[in-house]
């Protein structure tokens, strides 16, 4: 069974930094893309930063020049530093991933969402 455990959030000042980590384990064939979500009340999730297998990135207008997303293929993990904090990024952050289970086998990626891990920003 695949899981996708999240770790890093906290409380933390304006101006401070944050890492999160997403750690996917379990019968995993391939990755595709992983990213990160935020909680919005009474929306759906809001994208904040995705990275494909390839590298491609994108981001959020919001953390562009604040948060980098980076994955490191080997550990099946993917990370969001989050500089410069501010109160607005106050929210539970979720990741995500497009998953190949190597059992039972596939030929199609599913999309799985961790547990959400609580960011928030005071003073």
């Known amino acids: 069974q695949v899981q996708l455990v999240e770790s890093g959030g906290g409380l933390v000042q304006p101006g401070g930094s944050l890492r999160l980590s997403c750690a996917a384990s379990g019968s995993i064939l391939r990755i595709g893309a992983m990213g990160w979500y935020l909680r919005v009340p009474g929306k759906q999730r809001e994208l904040v930063a995705t990275?494909?297998?390839?590298?491609?990135?994108d981001y959020a207008d919001s953390v562009k020049g604040r948060f980098t997303i980076s994955r490191d293929n080997a550990k099946n993990t993917v990370y969001l530093q989050m500089n410069n904090l501010k109160p607005e990024d106050t929210s539970v952050y979720y990741c995500n991933a497009d998953i190949r289970p190597r059992s039972p086998p596939s030929y199609y990626y599913t999309n799985y969402w961790g547990q959400g891990t609580q960011v928030t920003v005071s003073s």
């Open positions: 990275i494909t297998s390839g590298g491609n990135i």
